[in-house]
């Protein structure tokens, strides 16, 4: 699948099908934490991407099913990058 980078301004081909909002999360994730050094809460998420937190879970549920990230269970900040998008 080709994405479009934002970072550099180019299509770039990853191997799983990951939805425009997945990747929106991923990359904010991955902002976040370099940021902060803690990863964000799905409440954050939420605001940030303007998206309910039932779809916010839906999609974080969906990323770790195909291993970009993992979360913590029963923790506030909890998540964790296995794997990223071109260029993050």
Known sequence: MDVFCNICNENKQID???TDTQIKILQFIKRYIQENKKSPTFRKISKELNI???YV???LYQLAKKEFIKKKPYTARGIY???DVPCG
């Open 57 to 59: 879970d839906s999609n």
């Open 81 to 83: 990058i296995l794997k």
């Open 52 to 54: 309910s937190l039932t």
């Open 16 to 18: 799983e099908y990951l």
